[in-house]
């Protein structure tokens, strides 16, 4: 039976020893400090608290065991929050996979379904 109003959608998330790294939820918020360069003004944009965003982004350092953000304290040129290089290829294949993986399901899922063949 096929559902018209319906639509697949997965969950990716990519983990190392077992400890989460990125899922949808870091990527968001990791796409909003690329554009908002503020922590703060990136968990508004991403619907989480500041508290919850920064917990994820030390998780996401923990896992990796390195920086994943660099943050320039206020003053004369104000404060900022950038992405490392490699936070950035992180994200970027994390997007990739998703895309890959969301195309993938919607051709699974807009195929007609393979009917046995009487022997089979």
Excluded: N
């Excluded at 990519?14 to 990791?30: D, F, M």
């Excluded at 919850?52 to 065991?65: F, K, M, N, P, Y």
């Excluded at 490699?86 to 195309?103: G, M, P, S, V």
Aim: proline share 5%; net charge neutral.
């Amino acid at each position: 039976m096929h559902f018209p109003d319906l639509t697949p959608h997965a969950l990716v998330t990519l983990t190392r020893r077992g400890v989460s790294v990125i899922g949808e939820r870091e990527a968001r918020l990791l796409e909003a400090v690329d554009r908002v360069r503020s922590i703060k003004d990136a968990a508004s944009e991403a619907g989480i608290s500041y508290r919850t965003a920064w917990s994820a982004i030390q998780q996401l350092e923990a896992a990796l065991g390195r920086p994943m953000v660099v943050s320039r304290a206020g003053g004369p040129g104000g404060g900022a929050t950038t992405l490392t290089e490699e936070c950035r290829q992180l994200l970027a294949f994390y997007r990739d996979l998703r895309r890959t993986l969301d195309e993938d399901l919607m051709r699974a899922w807009e195929a007609p379904p393979q009917r046995a063949e009487a022997g089979d």
